[in-house]
């Protein structure tokens, strides 16, 4: 189980005052919908409107390749060792300036930033969370990783 717990989520609450997160998720294809849906909501909720749009756009690119790293070719999840269901976390946090999207998986592999051909119908991703957010980058976790992006409010934008 990915679920972050402890220290590093006493830290992060500790340093971001407002934290949100959705339940752990099956790598669904509804998943990157629910995110954006989610991100919207709460950027409302912290008065943060002006970040939703962006934050959408990145969060939605996050949960997607969290949900294409988890599944086969066949589209169906990839088992782990023991049979479990790998899962998708998604967590929020803000100081009231900066939104932070976290989104965890269990899936292996990095993500990179690839050259995608003209004609390719996926590979921008990560081009778009990079051309959106201040700064992005993942981490190993127990279990996975965590891939990471900070968007900013920009003056007069806070709502």
């Known amino acids: 189980m990915i679920i972050p717990t402890g220290t590093e989520t006493t830290r992060l609450r500790n340093a971001w005052p407002m934290a949100s997160e959705l339940p752990p998720l099956?790598?669904?294809?509804?998943?990157?919908?629910?995110?954006?849906?989610h991100l919207g909501?709460?950027?409302?909720?912290?008065?943060?409107?002006?970040?939703?749009?962006?934050?959408?756009?990145?969060?939605?690119?996050?949960a997607t390749n969290a949900i294409q790293a988890s599944i086969g070719p066949d589209?169906?999840?990839?088992y782990l060792d023991g049979g479990q269901m790998p899962l998708v976390l998604l967590r929020l946090f803000s100081d009231g300036i900066t939104l932070l999207?976290?989104?965890?998986?269990?899936?292996?592999?990095?993500?990179?930033v690839g050259e995608a051909s003209v004609d390719a119908e996926s590979g921008r991703g990560l081009f778009l969370v990079v051309a959106l957010a201040r700064q992005w980058g993942w981490n190993k976790v127990p279990g996975g990783k965590c891939v990471w992006a900070a968007l900013r409010v920009h003056p007069g934008e806070i709502n």
């Open 101 to 112: 999207v976290e989104v965890w998986d269990q899936a292996p592999g990095v993500p990179f």
């Open 26 to 37: 099956a790598p669904l294809p509804s998943v990157p919908a629910i995110a954006r849906a």
């Open 41 to 62: 909501v709460t950027c409302l909720g912290w008065r943060l409107g002006g970040l939703a749009k962006d934050g959408e756009a990145v969060v939605s690119e996050l």
């Open 75 to 78: 589209g169906n999840p990839r």
